[in-house]
């Protein structure tokens, strides 16, 4: 019931500060941008002028699955900065400002009010995130040609779950400092040395949350589901339910008046 | 019958005590003022007994829960500066806190208009938060401390902020709110807590320094003075007054003689009788009471 | 120009997306009480900083709290 109220009172919240309107919008842009300028790229050079007489210019190839992983490569970095962004003050703003005094004297426990939240800001970016991937698929389709329905799935279900760690990892620094531009220089700055670090290891550590993109291509080129891919998919679900547990563990050990 | 006991409560802020042990209990039904200069250590102790801070040491025990148990849903709690989401409507709030609190939806809403006509912002439940006043806050901070008909009702400085129209509301509507529960409120200003508490708890440095229902105090601190001032050599006066039976203490303050008495009618008979026998050049005898505002004074000074 | 105009049906819905984006940013930016920061500067990084302009306006120019 409490978990309700206060997952129904994020949602209330979203759509008053129109995050309800603008992700998926955001997100639209953020899917299609690559795949349709990657496509018009030799009239977009023409019309800039500079090329040789009679050079003929012709769509550079790209076949679909690297097309709608375009759309991935500008998630991973747009997509995550605008997660990390929508997520920063969820906890860290109601602390910061003092409605958590109010709020937290109420018989509510911290796992509830934690949980509600991560699944609120979850569905806010699984449906933007369902919208503008839909929509790349659309185009992908159109401007290059076919991805099948199970590709297409496969692919969506396999990022989403990098999306759920960013919320998490958003959501563990919500509960460590309480201002929102802390939570999302930490945020960032975790995930680029995450990043840093898988590049350079990538080859000892396949099961690695940062690699699952790059196992994605993997998949569609080879239309099997790589085993190193389950793995990192199995290691990053275990580590989202790490962080919401170790923010629950902080969040009851911190002096809420502080 | 007591509501909360306390025992021992410490809380230490990087091993500087701010509340230094502190033992009382609530009586059930009675209004309580938590008294004490700023920095006493008053709202240290709310947030203590609302959960909001861990206790450094002690107990904390509520009447009927038990061990473990969450003691948030028996406590309403008004912090100083109590702070909404601006884009809720204050009924919105309400209904949100009250669920919270293990309300259903639609107890939640008669509640939360019931509360809304007894704090006097009925006609604002349709308007965002961010649009009231202070007063008008501070109120509404009252009413959802008050959704879920708590035992015990917690005000940080309920009144220290407002002025002075506010002020006469929310202390009309704490009157009203006795009747209902047990309140305990934190309060620098001395008549506040005259006004409306039953019992006081005068907080200073961390520690409770005088504790009990305002008659029993003010019976405690009332000893009976008079002033007296004479023409000519005062000391001399001062001699013959000391050997009078039913004087206890004496002493000189800017020029007059000050007389502490054990009983007030037999003193003056005394005194008179003595300074119309040798024929005193008195200037001034008057009778003067110590009151709470002299414990208090006394208190904040040291 | 006969490409330009074929490509018309495919890009124009991501020009329609930005200019949505655009105005649901300049309707959030006029009802707001306050921003952070002059609303007349907001404006004008809504309309010409493409769509990065209204994601920086919801993520930093209105008040949350």
């Given at each position: 019931?409490?978990?309700?109220?206060i997952?129904?009172?994020?949602?209330?919240?979203?759509?008053?500060?129109?995050?309800?309107?603008?992700?998926?919008?955001?997100?639209i842009?953020?899917?299609?941008?690559?795949?349709?300028?990657?496509?018009?790229?030799?009239?977009?050079?023409?019309?800039?002028?500079?090329?040789?007489?009679?050079?003929?210019?012709?769509?550079?190839?790209?076949?679909?699955s690297?097309?709608?992983?375009?759309?991935?490569?500008?998630?991973?970095?747009?997509?995550?900065?605008?997660?990390?962004?929508?997520?920063?003050?969820?906890?860290?703003?109601?602390?910061?400002?003092?409605?958590?005094?109010?709020?937290?004297?109420?018989?509510?426990?911290?796992?509830?009010?934690?949980?509600?939240?991560?699944?609120?800001?979850?569905?806010?970016?699984?449906?933007?995130?369902?919208?503008?991937?839909?929509?790349?698929?659309?185009?992908?389709?159109?401007?290059?040609?076919q991805?099948?329905?199970?590709?297409?799935?496969?692919?969506?279900?396999?990022?989403?779950?990098?999306?759920?760690?960013?919320?998490?990892?958003?959501?563990?620094?919500?509960?460590?400092?309480?201002?929102?531009?802390?939570?999302?220089t930490?945020?960032?700055?975790?995930?680029?040395?995450?990043s840093?670090?898988?590049?350079?290891?990538?080859?000892?550590?396949?099961?690695?949350?940062n690699?699952?993109?790059?196992?994605?291509?993997?998949?569609?080129?080879?239309?099997s589901?790589?085993?190193?891919?389950?793995?990192?998919?199995?290691?990053?679900?275990?580590?989202?339910?790490?962080?919401?547990?170790?923010?629950?563990?902080?969040?009851?050990?911190?002096?809420?008046?502080? | 019958?007591?509501?909360?006991?306390?025992?021992?409560l410490?809380?230490?802020?990087?091993?500087?005590?701010?509340?230094?042990?502190?033992?009382f209990?609530?009586?059930k039904?009675?209004?309580?003022?938590?008294?004490?200069?700023?920095?006493?250590?008053?709202?240290?102790?709310?947030?203590?007994?609302?959960?909001?801070?861990?206790?450094?040491?002690?107990?904390?025990?509520?009447?009927?829960?038990?061990?473990?148990?969450?003691?948030?849903?028996?406590?309403?709690?008004?912090?100083?500066?109590?702070?909404?989401?601006?884009?809720?409507?204050?009924k919105?709030?309400?209904?949100?806190?009250?669920?919270?609190?293990?309300?259903?939806?639609?107890?939640a809403?008669?509640?939360?208009?019931?509360?809304?006509?007894?704090?006097?912002?009925?006609?604002?439940?349709?308007?965002?938060?961010?649009?009231?006043?202070?007063?008008?806050?501070?109120?509404?901070?009252i009413?959802?401390?008050?959704?879920?008909?708590p035992?015990?009702?917690?005000?940080?400085?309920?009144?220290?902020?407002l002025?002075?129209?506010?002020?006469?509301?929310?202390?009309?509507?704490?009157?009203?709110?006795?009747?209902q529960?047990?309140?305990?409120?934190?309060t620098?200003?001395?008549?506040?807590?005259?006004?409306?508490?039953?019992?006081?708890?005068?907080?200073?440095?961390?520690?409770?320094?005088?504790?009990?229902?305002?008659?029993?105090?003010?019976?405690?601190?009332?000893?009976?003075?008079?002033?007296?001032?004479?023409?000519?050599?005062?000391?001399?006066?001062?001699?013959?007054?000391?050997?009078?039976?039913?004087?206890?203490?004496?002493?000189?303050?800017?020029?007059?003689?000050?007389?502490?008495?054990?009983?007030?009618?037999?003193a003056?008979?005394?005194?008179l009788?003595?300074?119309?026998?040798?024929?005193?050049?008195?200037?001034k005898?008057?009778?003067?009471?110590?009151?709470?505002?002299d414990?208090?004074?006394?208190?904040?000074?040291? | 120009?006969?490409?330009?105009?074929?490509?018309?049906?495919?890009?124009?819905?991501?020009?329609?997306?930005?200019?949505?984006?655009?105005?649901?940013?300049?309707?959030?930016?006029?009802k707001?009480?306050?921003?952070?920061?002059?609303?007349a500067?907001?404006?004008?990084?809504?309309?010409?900083?493409?769509?990065?302009?209204?994601?920086?306006?919801?993520?930093?120019?209105?008040?949350?709290?």
């Open positions: 019931m409490q978990w309700i109220t997952f129904k009172k994020e949602i209330l919240e979203d759509w008053r500060n129109y995050k309800w309107i603008w992700v998926p919008l955001v997100f842009v953020i899917c299609i941008m690559d795949p349709i300028s990657t496509y018009y790229l030799p009239q977009i050079l023409e019309s800039v002028g500079g090329m040789p007489e009679g050079t003929v210019l012709e769509p550079p190839e790209v076949v679909p690297q097309a709608i992983m375009m759309s991935l490569t500008e998630l991973s970095m747009l997509g995550v900065l605008v997660i990390v962004a929508i997520s920063m003050s969820v906890i860290a703003g109601e602390r910061k400002s003092g409605v958590a005094e109010l709020i937290l004297v109420k018989p509510v426990s911290y796992f509830t009010y934690i949980s509600a939240k991560w699944a609120e800001k979850l569905l806010l970016v699984f449906t933007s995130y369902l919208i503008g991937m839909l929509a790349s698929w659309y185009y992908v389709d159109l401007l290059f040609g991805i099948t329905a199970g590709q297409f799935f496969s692919l969506f279900f396999f990022y989403l779950i990098w999306l759920i760690f960013v919320i998490s990892l958003t959501i563990f620094y919500n509960t460590i400092v309480k201002v929102p531009g802390l939570v999302l930490l945020t960032v700055v975790t995930i680029m040395a995450m840093a670090i898988n590049q350079i290891f990538s080859y000892r550590m396949p099961w690695f949350p690699s699952i993109s790059g196992h994605i291509t993997k998949m569609l080129m080879e239309n589901v790589p085993n190193a891919l389950w793995g990192a998919v199995s290691i990053t679900i275990i580590l989202s339910v790490g962080l919401l547990i170790a923010s629950n563990f902080i969040l009851k050990t911190k002096e809420m008046a502080d | 019958m007591a509501v909360i006991e306390v025992q021992n410490i809380k230490a802020f990087k091993g500087d005590q701010v509340v230094k042990g502190l033992n209990t609530l009586e039904g009675k209004c309580v003022a938590l008294l004490g200069p700023n920095g006493a250590g008053k709202t240290t102790t709310l947030r203590m007994l609302s959960g909001l801070l861990k206790p450094t040491d002690g107990s904390i025990h509520f009447e009927g829960a038990t061990k473990g148990e969450d003691i948030r849903q028996y406590i309403g709690y008004l912090p100083q500066y109590p702070i909404f989401h601006p884009w809720m409507t204050g919105e709030f309400l209904v949100y806190v009250g669920q919270l609190a293990h309300l259903s939806k639609k107890d809403i008669e509640k939360a208009d019931q509360l809304l006509e007894k704090v006097a912002i009925f006609e604002a439940r349709n308007q965002r938060i961010g649009k009231y006043s202070g007063g008008m806050k501070q109120r509404l901070g009413a959802q401390a008050m959704i879920h008909s035992q015990l009702l917690m005000l940080d400085e309920p009144v220290s902020s002025d002075p129209l506010g002020r006469r509301e929310v202390l009309t509507l704490m009157e009203e709110l006795k009747q529960t047990t309140i305990l409120f934190s620098h200003i001395l008549g506040d807590a005259e006004e409306i508490s039953d019992d006081l708890l005068v907080m200073h440095h961390g520690e409770i320094v005088e504790a009990g229902s305002i008659e029993s105090l003010r019976h405690k601190h009332q000893t009976a003075k008079f002033e007296l001032a004479f023409q000519g050599d005062t000391t001399t006066y001062q001699e013959r007054l000391k050997q009078l039976e039913c004087i206890q203490e004496t002493f000189l303050e800017k020029g007059e003689i000050h007389v502490i008495v054990e009983d007030i009618e037999t003056r008979r005394e005194i009788k003595e300074a119309i026998a040798t024929d005193w050049p008195l200037v005898f008057e009778l003067s009471r110590t009151t709470l505002e414990l208090f004074m006394k208190v904040v000074k040291n | 120009m006969g490409e330009i105009l074929n490509s018309l049906p495919i890009v124009a819905p991501l020009i329609l997306v930005q200019f949505l984006l655009m105005i649901i940013a300049l309707i959030s930016l006029i707001a009480e306050q921003t952070n920061g002059p609303k500067m907001w404006a004008v990084i809504v309309i010409f900083i493409g769509f990065i302009g209204p994601i920086l306006f919801f993520i930093i120019g209105r008040r949350q709290y």
